[in-house]
């Protein structure tokens, strides 16, 4: 559990520089420029990833039981999971998708991670899950009141918004269909 906990703080941790310490961000972009900043920032951030899976993987062996969710959630979990995909797409494909969930990445985490809350309840999915819920929440509150970042990505388009909703059906039928039991060792329909 203690990788886990490791793990949720740094990958967060350095996810959340923008929201809880811009001026010290803003003076590490200052010292080691944008580049170096970013290198560092993506090593911790993988670091801090590579920790969730082994510490969740660990976690998963022993589960401490917190709850015991109905079935019915696990639909309710199945249905949430439907647009977050193309939401994911969404972020880097502008168009009226993005535009309309202003935060379409945000939004997909908040999605995902409320709907595995559902679905699971042993301790190591509620830090996790919870974890990325509440980190979404701070993130776009912090967003709202930061001026607005330049478009990145794709130009806008409705063909993006096509590719982001027929590939993020597609990437959730695979998920769905077995992919999420390859990568995970869990079904999402048992």
């Known amino acids: 559990m203690a990788l886990l906990v490791l793990g949720l703080v ?5 996810h959340s520089l923008r929201i809880a310490a811009t001026g010290p961000r803003d003076a590490l972009i200052a ?4 580049g170096g900043f970013k290198g560092v920032y993506s090593v911790v951030a993988a670091i801090g ?3 969730i899976v082994i510490g969740y993987g660990a976690a998963r062996e022993a589960p401490i039981v917190l709850y ?4 019915a959630t696990r639909h309710i979990a199945l249905l949430l999971m439907l647009p ?7 972020a880097y494909l502008p168009g009226r998708i993005k535009t309309a969930a202003r935060h379409p990445m945000l ?3 908040k999605i995902w991670a409320l709907a595995h809350l559902l679905a699971n309840g042993t301790l190591a999915d509620l830090l996790l ?4 819920l509440a980190w979404a929440v701070v993130d776009r509150i912090s967003v709202k009141r930061r001026p607005r970042a330049p478009a990145v990505g794709a130009p806008p388009g409705r063909f993006n918004d096509a590719v982001a909703l027929v590939g993020g059906l597609l990437l959730y039928v695979a998920f769905v269909g ?10 999402p329909i048992g």
Do not use: I, K, M, Y
Not at 129 to 132: D, I, K, L
Not at 178 to 187: D, P
């Open 10 to 14: 740094l990958f967060l941790g350095v």
């Open 31 to 34: 010292r080691f420029g944008e």
């Open 49 to 51: 990833l590579v920790l």
């Open 68 to 71: 015991d969710p109905p079935t």
């Open 84 to 90: 977050v995909f193309p939401l994911l797409l969404a």
């Open 107 to 109: 939004l997909a985490v």
């Open 129 to 132: 899950f919870a974890g990325f």
């Open 178 to 187: 077995g992919l999420h039991a390859w990568l995970f060792g869990v079904s």
